[in-house]
């Protein structure tokens, strides 16, 4: 089963239309094969200091992202935009990396836990 409908376009603003298509099969494929393999395939957000660019369309993803039943991490939107967790736009600090690995690990707990239930 596919988590995404391409016939659908308005959950995606136009400027990334073209590559829609093709980031859906990938991230089925990665869900197909987890599945197949018993994974639990976690899809997440890279986050960024200052999204200056690309905030469109990283917001249409996630808004896409949340409209199925993958699970998914908001890294994005959870991780502060304060300079103590970046090097830089891109690259968390050793305490960016130590947030989101406590983020993902409390993340993977829940998924856990509710599997025991």
């Known amino acids: 089963t596919s988590f995404f ?13 073209f590559n829609k298509k ?7 494929s990665f869900n197909h094969l987890s599945n197949a393999l018993d994974i639990k395939f976690i899809f997440m957000t890279e986050p960024y200091l200052d999204l200056k660019y690309g905030k469109r369309e990283i917001e249409a993803i996630s808004s896409l992202i949340e409209q199925t039943d993958l699970i998914f991490i908001d890294l994005e939107k959870i991780v502060p935009k304060e300079k ?34």
């Open 5 to 17: 409908d391409t016939r659908n376009d308005s959950a995606i603003g136009s400027n990334i239309d």
């Open 22 to 28: 093709e980031f859906i099969a990938i991230i089925n």
């Open 84 to 117: 103590k967790y970046f090097l830089d736009n891109t690259h968390l600090s050793e305490e960016g990396n130590l947030l989101v690995s406590e983020i993902i690990f409390e993340k993977i707990k829940l998924i856990n836990d509710n599997n025991q239930n």
